[in-house]
């Protein structure tokens, strides 16, 4: 089967809404992450977040659906729709050409905590219709299916940071079965007090008060992520059908994806990166790419030591015998973990960067740990990318590798 094309990209993130805004907030090495705001985050030991600040519902949702739904389903909405625009893209005449299949982690945590306090306040009777489909972890994917009328086999990913390079690989397999268009990707909305107490059990949080001291994936001074909300969407067409619709732009080619899963603790990591580099070799071989030829890595970047020092044994193990370092960043340093979002914004990422010849550099990296074989990139760069490789984890031990090529013929 012929590469998928990328040709739309709908960002809702703390960089901004839009996928230009997004961009140039990144390129600019400005920190999306700040102090909590709508509530007192101190009572779970946080205090810093990377919020979606402007952001307007109504500007991107019906007020008949907006009652029906939670913060994260309508940022799909609106990242959807961004996506459609941003390709050019109108629902086709057959309703079964469009498919939709997002990634979600924590489902509709603010809508859920509403009617939970209701419940126990006011009773049974307080508690609405709409809380049995507005917390759904399925609710984004449905809901988009339903209001744009895109018929398609679609579905949900659960495979918490992983989801959105998950969601591209069931795409995959969607395209090969004849659906010749496919939405992916995802949105996360877990800043709430109720989805805020449930991350901060993971004891992985950064208790950090100054955001340059929170999120700081290799360096030596990580102590723990920052939460972010928002992600992003992308159109995936068959090329075939793209060219025969008159595609405008094709922001790069899904070229290899795999996936491994640690098989080990649901809560601890595994002691070594074996599966984790096993997932990346995998995608290699699926793309026809050798170590040698990829220009960048975005790596999952968990501010974790362990975990860190996991994810760059994993890209050690793969790339460390080239004559060069790979280029390694972590740009969700600029705008906390997004869980399944995160994953589908870093893929934005890595076009946006292919497309400019700029890679972002890691936020607040001070202090690099040791990594042999791995150029850790500190500070934004101007570097020729025709390939990058883009890799996720989620709890629970899933691993996840995705390789994009720039379009032919496209030059930074």
Not at 169 to 182: I, Q
Not at 381 to 392: G, I, K, Y
Request: net charge negative; charged share 20%.
């Amino acid at each position: 089967m012929s590469n998928l094309l990328v040709t739309g990209i709908g960002v809702v993130a703390p960089t901004g809404v839009g996928v230009e805004e997004h961009w140039a907030s990144l390129v600019r090495g400005e920190p999306a992450i700040r102090p909590v705001e709508g509530f007192d985050a101190a009572r779970y030991g946080i205090s810093l977040a990377g919020q979606v600040r402007d952001f307007v519902p109504a500007d991107h949702v019906s007020p008949q659906l907006m009652v029906q739904t939670d913060r994260w389903t309508w940022m799909s909405l609106a990242a959807a729709t961004l996506a459609a625009e941003d390709a050019g893209y109108t629902a086709p005449e057959d309703a079964y050409a469009t498919s939709v299949f997002l990634a979600s982690g924590s489902g509709g945590n603010e809508f859920s905590q509403h009617e939970i306090q209701g419940l126990w306040a006011k009773g049974p009777r307080s508690v609405g219709a709409y809380q049995s489909i507005a917390w759904f972890y399925a609710a984004s994917t449905g809901q988009v299916s339903i209001r744009d009328g895109f018929k398609g086999p679609s579905g949900v990913v659960v495979t918490e940071g992983a989801g959105g390079l998950d969601s591209i690989g069931w795409a995959r397999r969607v395209v090969r079965r004849g659906t010749p268009a496919v939405l992916v990707g995802g949105t996360e909305a877990g800043l709430c007090p109720y989805a805020m107490l449930c991350q901060a059990t993971s004891g992985r949080l950064s208790t950090a008060q100054r955001p340059e001291d929170a999120y700081k994936p290799f360096d030596r001074r990580a102590n723990g992520h920052v939460v972010g909300e928002g992600g992003a969407i992308l159109l995936l067409e068959e090329p075939g059908a793209a060219r025969a619709r008159g595609v405008r732009r094709v922001w790069g080619e899904v070229a290899g994806y795999a996936a491994t899963h640690d098989a080990h603790h649901h809560e601890d990591p595994a002691p070594d990166a074996v599966q984790y580099a096993r997932a990346i070799r995998l995608s290699l071989a699926d793309a026809g790419v050798t170590p040698d030829e990829v220009d960048l890595v975005l790596a999952d970047g968990a501010g974790v030591p362990e975990l860190d020092r996991l994810e760059l044994d994993a890209i050690a193990a793969v790339f460390g015998d080239r004559a060069t370092p790979v280029p390694v960043t972590a740009p969700s340093s600029w705008t906390g973990r997004l869980m399944a979002g995160g994953s589908a914004l870093a893929v934005a990422t890595a076009l946006l960067a292919m497309r400019d010849g700029i890679v972002p550099g890691t936020a607040h990296l001070d202090d690099p740990v040791e990594a042999p074989g791995v150029d850790l990139v500190t500070s934004s760069r101007v570097q020729d990318l025709s390939t990058v490789v883009v890799l996720a984890r989620g709890t629970g031990g899933f691993n996840s590798s995705l390789v994009l090529r720039r379009p032919e013929g496209a030059t930074a």
